[in-house]
T-cell receptor, first 113, second 114 residues
Framework: GNSVTQMEGPVTLSEEAFLTINCTYTATGYPSLFWYVQYPGEGLQLLLK?????DKGSNKGFEATYRKETTSFHLEKGSVQVSDSAVYFCALRRNFGNEKLTFGTGTRLTIIP | DTEVTQTPKHLVMGMTNKKSLKCEQHMGHRAMYWYKQKAKKPPELMFVYSYEKLSINESVPSRFSPECPNSSLLNLHLHALQPEDSALYLC?????????????FGPGTRLTVT
């Protein structure tokens, strides 16, 4: 079946540090890949997505590249801010029919000033 | 407007109570979803409605009863819940149900069952 594995959290970084949150996946076929962010007390927001191999999704300074050869979709940001503190979920959805989103377990990120 | 609204924001109910959660969107989306999220866990899909008809029920206990009275509104009726049902209940919507359509999430209702 489909599965998403994220790096264990929590992750604590200083402001302006470089961020990487690892995500690898298992799926048959060619899924679309997503990063969602959940700020404290809120629902999920789509941060970025990529629908095919070698696509790069980007938004708000965050980037992730769909790597089919390593089945990975790692999230990166060059300089994090305190406002980036949130829980980040990697997810996939296979590209046919009414497939549901499969989420990773989430990574809690805390940025300290 | 890409907003999904949910009411109430918080709900505390006893195990014998009946209550309802409400979700609304005005984006013209034809697919709507209920998810359950336990603390420090990812969301789990419960139900999907497509064009006001139930499309997916992820083997959810009958004490949860969804309803889609029109294309903008999704309810979740709760009855005889257990303490382990305490969670954040998220609603989402998308233009259609298929894989190519982005899901927009509401802020959730935090439910506590006492």
């Amino acid at each position: 079946g489909n599965s998403v594995t994220q790096m264990e959290g929590p992750v604590t970084l200083s402001e302006e540090a470089f961020l990487t949150i690892n995500c690898t996946y298992t799926a048959t076929g060619y899924p679309s890949l997503f990063w969602y962010v959940q700020y404290p007390g809120e629902g999920l927001q789509l941060l970025l997505k990529a629908t095919k191999a070698d696509d790069k999704g980007s938004n708000k300074g965050f980037e992730a590249t769909y790597r089919k050869e390593t089945t990975s979709f790692h999230l990166e940001k060059g300089s994090v801010q305190v406002s980036d503190s949130a829980v980040y979920f990697c997810a996939l959805r296979r590209n046919f029919g009414n497939e549901k989103l499969t989420f990773g377990t989430g990574t809690r990120l805390t940025i300290i000033p | 407007d890409t907003e999904v609204t949910q009411t109430p924001k918080h709900l505390v109910m006893g195990m014998t109570n009946k209550k309802s959660l409400k979700c609304e969107q005005h984006m013209g989306h034809r697919a709507m979803y209920w998810y359950k999220q336990k603390a420090k866990k990812p969301p789990e899909l419960m139900f999907v409605y497509s064009y006001e008809k139930l499309s997916i029920n992820e083997s959810v206990p009958s004490r949860f009863s969804p309803e889609c009275p029109n294309s903008s509104l999704l309810n979740l009726h709760l009855h005889a819940l257990q303490p382990e049902d305490s969670a954040l209940y998220l609603c989402a919507s998308s233009q259609e149900e298929g894989w190519g359509y982005e899901q927009y999430f509401g802020p959730g209702t935090r439910l506590t069952v006492t």
